[in-house]
């Protein structure tokens, strides 16, 4: 079974950073294009950043020089280090996968981790 788990989501104070976790299981991680995807309260999921399985990366506007995604296959896990964070910024953070291999798309998301950025 392929899983895709989020870690280290926290409250933290606007200017302060965290390090997200997403840790792969059951596939072979090195072959998925990873991303981030964070929503906020009543608001839409949106992209914030991705990265592919040869390292090139490309981030939303509101989010580019604050975060670095990250992965390391030896360990079949992804990173977003988050800093400068703001309110703007809290939400649940969510990892998908995604590989298409001989025409089939194989997608799968995280059961996300919560971001709550405040004073």
């Known amino acids: 079974q392929v899983q895709f788990v989020e870690s280290g989501g926290a409250l933290v104070q606007p200017g302060g950073s965290l390090r997200l976790s997403c840790a792969a299981s059951g596939s072979i991680f090195s072959r998925y294009a990873m991303s981030w995807y964070r929503q906020a309260p009543g608001k839409e999921r949106d992209f914030v950043a991705r990265i592919l399985s040869d390292g090139s990366t490309n981030y939303a506007g509101s989010v580019k020089g604050r975060f670095t995604i990250s992965r390391d296959n030896s360990k079949d896990t992804m990173y977003l280090q988050m800093n400068s964070l703001e309110p703007e910024d809290t939400a649940v953070y969510y990892c998908?996968?995604?590989?298409?291999?001989?025409?089939?798309?194989?997608?799968?998301w995280g059961q996300g981790t919560q971001v709550t950025v405040s004073s």
């Open positions: 998908y996968a995604y590989q298409n291999l001989g025409g089939h798309e194989y997608i799968y």
